[in-house]
């Protein structure tokens, strides 16, 4: 669900509102993208155990198509970790924020960072009169 809402309201939000910010001290549509992206290889490469960083989305892309695209492309990495995950692996020990952390402990926490910036998002495509993806699906019900 989380990947779904992220990537719908990717997809929905306009080009030109990809650098709308609510007030400055935040991050802009966009970097919310980027940020979302990134997150995906640092949950997951501490699950999957590759050493991979963050590539450094959020600063590096701008444009909807490329951020689209990079957060399309992260959570096709982070699919290899929940897909790869069994009950044997997933109360086993990792380093994470340099602390042992369980591997399903680390997908929980994405999830809630995934939600924690998709509400983010809700309150941005709200202000620019869009419906959020979530309260599509409620409504069509």
Do not use: W
Request: hydrophobic letters at 35%; one cysteine or more; charged letters at 20%.
């Amino acid at each position: 669900m989380s990947k779904n809402d992220l990537l719908k309201s990717a997809e929905e939000m306009p080009e030109e509102n990809y650098s709308f910010k609510p007030v400055s001290t935040v991050r802009s549509f966009g970097q919310l993208v980027g940020h979302a992206a990134d997150s995906q290889y640092e949950f997951c490469s501490a699950v999957i155990g590759d050493g991979k960083q963050p590539p450094g989305i959020e600063k590096s892309k701008t444009s909807k198509a490329d951020l689209v695209q990079a957060l399309k492309d992260a959570f096709a990495y982070c699919d290899q970790a929940y897909s790869a995950m069994t009950d044997a692996q997933a109360p086993q020990m990792v380093k994470f924020f340099g602390h042992d952390a369980p591997k399903l402990s680390i997908l929980s926490f994405n999830v809630a960072h995934n939600m924690e910036h998709y509400g983010n998002m809700i309150t941005y495509l709200r202000i620019k009169g869009l419906v959020p993806p979530s309260s599509q699906q409620q409504s069509s019900q």
